[in-house]
């Protein structure tokens, strides 16, 4: 059976010999024999119970969680379930790390398209990205709230016009606008809007924001900050969401 000295434990494993003297002090890790002068002699069972021990402080655990880790008897099972304690964190950095990346990405695309655009606009910027995600389930909402009136006006009038049946459109007028009221109200009080010209954050007036010329992600309000009148990105409005959690 191949036996290993002290040294030699520590250089399989990848640590100072310090440190398997310190284990086997605390009793976590220690020699399985003793040669004739006195020599600490481990085994290969020593070499991989040591090898588990420097596993399981790599992942930052501490060395007294380490040592009742090693003796339990259902020890695998254990280390089993840290790994995947450790995996679904590691995997949740590396998600969080990957929106990071592609939110620099964006910023240095931006910046390298216009070198003279201003600081101030990284927090316009980040704004927009953050909200760009609740910006697409809003719309999703509004798709599929609005389809269904869509589907009765298109359907009521090929009735009207096809047989000279008119109630049906009657019935859908009497849903389509208080919908339309309603679904107007329920967005415009969900979205804000970005200042190109001094970067602050506004809610206009229903009756600006629905009668403003607009474009998919903007609308031509004035800003009640600099008074200025031109096009404002459109973005979710945070604030909306914290008034409903009060």
């Known amino acids: 059976m191949q036996k290993y000295t002290t040294g030699e434990l520590a250089k399989l494993c990848g640590v100072s010999v310090r440190t398997v003297q310190y284990y086997d002090t605390r009793g976590i890790v220690s020699p399985s024999e003793l040669s004739e002068g006195g020599r600490r002699l481990y085994t290969e069972a020593d070499l991989s119970k040591m090898k588990t021990v420097c596993f399981l402080r790599e ?3 501490p060395l007294g969680t380490v040592a009742e880790i090693i003796k339990e008897e259902n020890s695998g099972e254990v280390i089993s379930l840290i790994l995947g304690e450790q995996m679904a964190l590691l995997q949740n950095e590396i998600e969080e790390k990957q929106k990071n990346l592609e939110k ?6 931006m910046f390298k398209e216009n070198e003279n655009l201003p600081l101030e606009a990284i927090n316009d910027a980040a704004s927009i990205m953050e909200s760009k995600k609740k910006m697409k389930k809003l719309h999703a909402f509004l798709i599929a709230t609005g389809l269904p009136i869509e589907v009765a006006e298109l359907v009521s009038v090929a009735l009207w016009i096809s047989t ?4 049906p459109f009657a019935v859908y007028l009497l849903v389509a606008v208080p919908y339309a009221v309603w679904i107007t109200r329920y967005y415009f009080t969900r979205v804000a809007y970005v200042c190109p010209e001094c970067h602050g954050h506004f809610r206009p007036s229903l009756r ?3 009668w403003a010329n607009h474009t998919p992600t903007t609308r031509k309000l004035t800003c009640p900050h600099c008074g200025k009148k031109s096009f404002c990105v459109e973005i979710y409005d945070e604030n909306h969401e914290k008034k409903e959690e009060e």
């Open 59 to 61: 992942l930052d655990l």
């Open 104 to 109: 620099l990405s964006r910023l240095r695309r």
């Open 164 to 167: 000279g049946i008119w109630w």
């Open 208 to 210: 600006e924001a629905f």
